[in-house]
Nanobody
Framework: QVQLVESGGGLVQAGGSLRLSCAASGTIFSINTMGWYRQAPGKPRELVATITNIGSTNYQDAVKGRFTISRDNAKNTVLLQMNSLRPEDTAVYYC????????WGRGTQVTVSS
């Protein structure tokens, strides 16, 4: 009944930019935080950035100053603006919405070429 649909992934050269979007639909109860996580081949899934329902943000150190997370509570969407992309940013990026419950999107591939 709850779906998180990511879009905006793709292939980009190092130094380029992408904007990821996640739209939530269905019945979502008591969601406090939305965010983005990523998983590179052979690596565990890791936090990229989160944003709470009052706008507090948290970023992984590796993306600070390059990525910006934003949220539209009325539309139940979360965005991730990714600038100055590096090959090490290559991963599947997952949208997450959580609070008393935990929802995950299917992921979108981001590939950064050198």
């Amino acid at each position: 009944q709850v779906q998180l649909v990511e879009s905006g992934g793709g292939l980009v050269q190092a130094g380029g930019s992408l904007r990821l979007s996640c739209a939530a639909s269905g019945t979502i109860f008591s969601i406090n935080t939305m965010g983005w996580y990523r998983q590179a081949p052979g690596k565990p899934r890791e936090l990229v950035a989160t944003i709470t329902n009052i706008g507090s943000t948290n970023y992984q150190d590796a993306v600070k100053g390059r990525f910006t997370i934003s949220r539209d509570n009325a539309k139940n969407t979360v965005l991730l603006q990714m600038n100055s992309l590096r090959p090490e940013d290559t991963a599947v990026y997952y949208c997450r919405a959580f609070g008393s419950r935990d929802y995950w999107g299917r992921g979108t591939q981001v590939t950064v070429s050198s």
